[in-house]
């Protein structure tokens, strides 16, 4: 079975951190799992499914296991539902030379090339006050095409020798229209149908062109949000046919806001894992040395895209450190514990990935070129908890529209199976 299909669709739907964790959510109800609130009571039982989310963005699910005794432990795997973008200012519209212009902010390490001369939608949340007084939350999706105009090459005939070096300030500006008299609020009611009054936003653009396979044997995913949203659909179709009989909580964990450093309400750097685990062991032991004893005995996968070898740019890996897209996941290590990979954590990976018969292949950072980062070495810290960062090889890392492998998606769910079996 492939699940490159279900992906495709998944990444269409999930426009946004907030469209894909509604998406998770709505799934879940269909899958009758139990949705908690951090300000109420939680009831648990065994063998009981749940999710819990915080500030619109982030999601926890997870179940508990029928035999549920007090020497249990936590199988977990993290992702993240936001990616590189451009998100709309408070004040966002601007009027220059006849045109209507959306005014933006950079989102994350945005590969700002990439955004000029394609078709934009934006969407995100939006808090209305109603005629009551009261403060509602509304998911939304504009579907009207804008676009990053680029300057024509007959003005700038150096940009091909020179390079394309854009302003995020002065040229990152998405034409709206051509309409003087705008109203953003009253544009989006009327395009939304909602009443109420806009008091803000958390609005996002992103990429109109759906999601496709491509390749001349449809090898390749292309689509917008791979990094990370891959992640994200690899470990809930792991965790959606995982069973309960062993002795785990089986969890998924999704946090936004890990592409601006995961410091916030409802990142990794947050409470926000730490306070549920401690409200799940609290059903089923009051004591908090048996807290400390059960996070000792789980594990986290911390499951992010990697870096496949470019073919035109190969001399940017490491000679013996280049992953293929169609290879296998990558397990990513960095002496700094830019990643929380260690010995023993690559040594339960590699089991899994064996027992699942699935290939691995190895990625360190050539020794002048810095790595990146995930929620890995926040979530070992913070918890205690042995992890390891892993992740599918993908080239167009933080453009706009990115590629990776459908046979490296399937073998990774099957990876992530074999994990929350054991």
């Given at each position: 079975m492939s699940y490159s299909q279900s992906l495709l669709e998944f990444i269409d739907q999930s426009s946004t951190a907030f469209h894909a964790v509604e998406n998770l959510k709505n799934e879940l109800f269909k899958?009758?799992?139990?949705?908690?609130?951090?300000?109420?009571?939680?009831?648990?039982?065994?063998?009981?499914?749940?999710?819990?989310?915080?500030?619109?963005?982030?999601?926890?699910?997870?179940?508990?296991?029928?035999?549920?005794?007090?020497?249990?432990?936590?199988?977990?795997?993290?992702?993240?539902?936001?990616?590189?973008?451009?998100?709309?200012?408070?004040?966002?519209?601007?009027?220059?030379?006849?045109?209507?212009?959306?005014?933006?902010?950079?989102?994350?390490?945005?590969?700002?090339?990439?955004?000029?001369?394609?078709?934009?939608?934006?969407?995100?949340?939006?808090?209305?006050?109603?005629?009551?007084?009261?403060?509602?939350?509304k998911i939304i999706k504009i579907e009207k095409r804008l676009r990053i105009p680029r300057l024509a090459i007959h003005l700038d005939r150096e940009v091909n020798k020179e390079g394309f070096k854009p302003n995020p300030q002065e040229h990152m500006f998405p034409v709206i229209g051509l309409y003087k008299d705008l109203q953003f609020e009253d544009w989006i009611k009327k395009e939304t149908g909602l009443s109420g009054t806009i008091l803000s936003w958390d609005l996002f653009l992103f990429d109109a062109e759906k999601s496709s396979?491509?390749?001349?044997?449809?090898?390749?995913?292309?689509?917008?949000?791979?990094?990370?949203?891959?992640?994200?659909?690899?470990?809930?179709?792991?965790?959606?046919?995982?069973d309960s009989e062993n002795n785990n909580i089986q969890m998924a964990v999704y946090f936004q806001h890990e592409e601006i450093g995961s410091e916030s309400q409802n990142g990794a750097n947050s409470n926000f894992l730490e306070a549920t685990l401690k409200r799940i062991h609290g059903h089923i032991s009051s004591k908090e040395e048996t807290y400390f004893q059960t996070v000792a005995r789980s594990f986290f996968i911390s499951a992010d895209?990697?870096?496949?070898?470019?073919?035109?740019?190969?001399?940017?890996?490491?000679?013996?450190?280049?992953?293929?897209?169609?290879?296998?996941?990558?397990?990513?290590?960095?002496?700094?514990?830019?990643?929380?990979?260690?010995?023993?954590?690559?040594?339960?990976?590699?089991?899994?990935?064996?027992?699942?018969?699935?290939?691995?292949?190895?990625?360190?950072?050539?020794?002048?070129?810095?790595?990146?980062?995930?929620?890995?070495?926040?979530?070992?810290?913070?918890?205690?908890?042995?992890?390891?960062?892993?992740?599918?090889?993908?080239?167009?890392m933080h453009s706009i529209r990115e590629m990776c492998g459908v046979k490296d998606h399937d073998a990774i769910i099957k990876v992530f199976t074999e994990f929350y079996k054991s």
């Open positions: 899958q009758n799992y139990t949705e908690l609130k951090e300000e109420a009571n939680w009831s648990l039982e065994k063998g009981g499914k749940y999710f819990v989310t915080r500030a619109e963005g982030s999601i926890i699910i997870f179940k508990t296991p029928k035999k549920w005794t007090s020497d249990y432990a936590f199988s977990i795997i993290g992702a993240h539902t936001d990616s590189p973008c451009l998100r709309i200012k408070n004040n966002p519209i601007s009027t220059k030379e006849g045109y209507q212009l959306l005014n933006i902010e950079i989102y994350g390490g945005v590969l700002l090339t990439s955004w000029f001369d394609k078709d934009l939608y934006f969407g995100g949340r939006i808090i209305i006050e109603t005629e009551n007084g009261q403060l509602e939350q396979l491509g390749g001349i044997h449809k090898e390749f995913i292309f689509a917008p949000r791979l990094d990370n949203l891959a992640s994200v659909h690899a470990s809930f179709e792991a965790l959606k046919t995982a895209m990697a870096h496949a070898v470019h073919p035109s740019y190969s001399e940017k890996h490491d000679a013996n450190h280049k992953p293929h897209i169609g290879a296998g996941p990558v397990i990513k290590s960095n002496a700094n514990m830019r990643y929380a990979t260690d010995a023993f954590s690559i040594a339960k990976f590699k089991q899994w990935c064996n027992k699942a018969n699935i290939p691995f292949q190895d990625f360190c950072s050539r020794n002048d070129i810095g790595c990146g980062s995930t929620i890995g070495p926040m979530t070992a810290a913070k918890i205690g908890i042995p992890t390891i960062d892993v992740g599918n090889p993908m080239l167009s």
